[in-house]
């Protein structure tokens, strides 16, 4: 009886929320479902656990500088510039690295920090100047780039030391077994436990909160899914350490969002920036934030990439590179009129896009299909965004 009622509340809590615009992660879920259903029609070999593997390395580099356009997203604003300031970092690092034999933290260090002072440049001309961040970060595309060539210099591709462990990181290196099934655990824990505590936290408010069967429902759920996962991919390589270090990003940055004052402020920035003001939030400080962690977030993708293809070139970061980034956050459900999406957005959404890119080539359909179909499913996205707008505007006008 009591789980009937418990389901019956959270289905009806789920159909207000459809019904009132709030559609979440749940376009981006059906769709993807669609794509992998596709694709596996048409070849059997695309859910092998072969190329799920591979899948989850492509989506590291690219779906970290994702999450950093997720960020200005939130805000709403856009930076156009991510794919060469990922590909300036790459060659800093290569150069760096091999030619001025740097030590490899060093020289991470050096790359990540060219990220943060481009993002704190864009704060500083968006705030003093009040520069439409669409020009300042246009502007920043081509000069980075410049950039990018002149530091490279005549030769303009450097192989990093295979035996380099920031290579080898993102190519060979991924968790044995026992510890992908052990980090499940924990995750699912962790999860339980926040439910938990958040619960605690509502009752004692004397608000709604879940039932304990509720949560260890959604806990042994999302359990039983994770140990899934890790026992399918460990079929094949297993969980690859790369992709593992961007899933610590997202939670890492879903975490800022949602459990502190600066992510608050984000969202609220994101909703009015004057109602923001009027509360006290210092906004210039929130636009500073978010542009110097999407440079630094375009950097470190910049470097994974590098270290995942071995090397640094000139057409690193060039490409889709750009487009994919920013439409991997928009597709994962990131609004672009600023104040709603979450960290999550660049999962999903660079699994999307990944999986499309990942389907297609195994059809030995180039790159041209692609593009386009990865054009209509942006679109498609935009489209749910300025729909869900309509409804909880419609819904808040009732």
Do not use: H
Not at 25 to 37: A, E, F, N
Not at 142 to 156: A, E, I, K, P
């Amino acid at each position: 009886m009591l789980s009937a009622g418990a389901l019956r509340r959270g289905v009806d809590v789920v159909v207000a929320r459809v019904r009132g615009g709030d559609l979440g992660s749940l376009p981006v879920v059906v769709g993807l479902v669609l794509i992998w259903t596709i694709f596996q029609t048409l070849n059997p070999v695309f859910l092998s656990s072969r190329n799920l593997v591979n899948l989850t390395m492509q989506c590291a580099a690219i779906g970290t500088i994702a999450l950093g356009v997720v960020l200005v997203l939130l805000v709403g604003e856009i930076d156009l510039s991510v794919g060469s300031v990922s590909g300036l970092a790459a060659a800093i690092l290569a150069v760096t690295l091999v030619e001025w034999r740097w030590n490899t933290v060093l020289a991470i260090l050096a790359a990540m920090a060219a990220g943060l002072l481009v993002g704190l440049l864009y704060g500083f001309l968006y705030t003093k100047f009040g520069l439409p961040s669409f020009v300042i970060t246009l502007a920043g595309l081509l000069g980075f780039l410049g950039l990018q060539l002149q530091v490279l210099g005549g030769t303009g591709s450097i192989n990093l030391p295979f035996d380099s462990w920031i290579v080898q990181f993102a190519q060979q290196m991924f968790l044995p077994g026992w510890a992908s099934y052990a980090a499940a655990a924990l995750t699912a824990a962790a999860y339980g436990w926040v439910l938990l505590r958040r619960a605690r936290r509502r009752l004692a408010a004397n608000l709604d909160s879940q039932s304990p069967l509720v949560i260890g429902l959604r806990t042994g759920g999302l359990l039983v899914f994770l140990e899934a996962v890790a026992w399918y991919l460990n079929l094949s390589r297993g969980v690859g350490l790369m992709f593992l270090f961007f899933l610590l990003l997202v939670v890492a940055t879903n975490i800022a969002l949602t459990r502190t004052r600066w992510g608050r402020a984000v969202y609220a920035v994101g909703g009015s920036e004057e109602a923001a003001r009027r509360a006290g939030i210092r906004v210039r400080r929130i636009y500073y934030s978010v542009f110097a962690l999407c440079s630094m977030f375009a950097a470190v993708g910049g470097i994974l990439a590098a270290a995942w293809l071995g090397s640094a070139n000139q057409s690193s970061g060039g490409g889709d590179t750009n487009l994919n980034a920013i439409a991997a956050a928009v597709i994962g459900g990131t609004s672009l009129f600023g104040g709603r999406g979450s960290a999550f957005s660049a999962l999903l959404g660079i699994i999307v896009i990944q999986s499309v890119s990942s389907g297609l080539t195994l059809l030995n359909l180039d790159s041209s299909v692609r593009f386009m179909v990865t054009g209509v499913v942006l679109a498609l996205a935009v489209i749910v965004d300025a729909l869900s707008r309509k409804t909880r505007a419609a819904t808040g006008r009732a």
